[in-house]
């Protein structure tokens, strides 16, 4: 049992490059969620997905572009990279639980680094 | 707007010295408030869910308590591998199941 996974684990990029940050996870959680983490600050939601098909913005999408074409991936997607989006970026999935409270599975997390 | 404070930052231990983190919040209907663990290099490790004002979970030196405005982390005895990073998040109500998460209390404990 893999649990979430994430690809790549680290990453350079050039101003204005795109790239994709993969993520996959085999315990059928139908939420799934990608954060950045910047150093001394909180995790930031960037996108969430509540199933298959549906997504929407978190608190910090300006930049980033998502889509969940099955319940296992949900890939994050970056447009024209600018140094602010030097970060580490965190997928996490959970399952919806009657109590409502969710329990978030984290990926290993991807250094991505905009020069 | 839920908002979660992690206090202090930094917290440096002797071995078997205990503690406590603090993590005070607002948020408009709690329904949990979650402890993680955070290694360096790693993703966060779930510890405990609190869902109301007086409830308490303990695993192994770790205790967490809740109360309507805050919730504590107490660590007795600590040992080295205790060392991390502890996150603090709440979940308020909605179907998104959005957590918002502290700036994290980075526990090092000395031999």
């Known amino acids: 049992n893999a649990g979430v996974t994430q690809t790549p684990k680290f990453r350079i990029l050039k101003i204005g490059q795109s790239m994709t940050l993969q993520c996959t996870q085999d315990?059928?959680?139908?939420?799934m969620y990608w954060y950045r983490q910047d150093p001394g600050m909180g995790l930031k939601l960037i996108y969430y997905s509540v199933g298959a098909g549906i997504t929407d913005k978190g608190e910090v999408p300006n930049g980033y572009n998502v889509s969940r074409s099955t319940t296992e991936d949900f890939p994050l997607r970056l447009e024209l990279a600018a140094p602010s989006q030097t970060s580490v970026y965190f997928c996490?999935?959970?399952?919806?639980?009657?109590?409502?409270?969710?329990?978030?599975?984290f990926g290993a997390g991807s250094r991505l680094t905009v020069l | 707007e839920d908002q979660v404070t992690q206090s202090p930052e930094a917290l440096r231990l002797q071995e078997g010295e205990s503690s406590s983190l603090n993590c005070s919040y607002t948020v408009s209907g709690l329904r949990g408030l979650f402890w993680y663990r955070q290694d360096p290099g790693k993703g966060p490790e779930f510890l405990f869910t609190l869902y109301s004002a007086g409830e308490e979970k303990e695993k192994e030196r770790l205790k967490a308590t809740l109360t309507k405005k805050e919730s504590f982390l107490h660590i007795t005895a600590p040992k080295p591998e205790d060392s991390a990073t502890y996150l603090c998040a709440v979940q308020a109500g909605g179907s998104a199941r959005q957590l918002t998460f502290g700036s994290g209390t980075q526990l090092t404990v000395l031999p």
């Open positions: 996490a999935s959970s399952q919806d639980r009657p109590s409502g409270a969710n329990v978030l599975t």
């Open positions: 315990m059928n959680h139908n939420y």
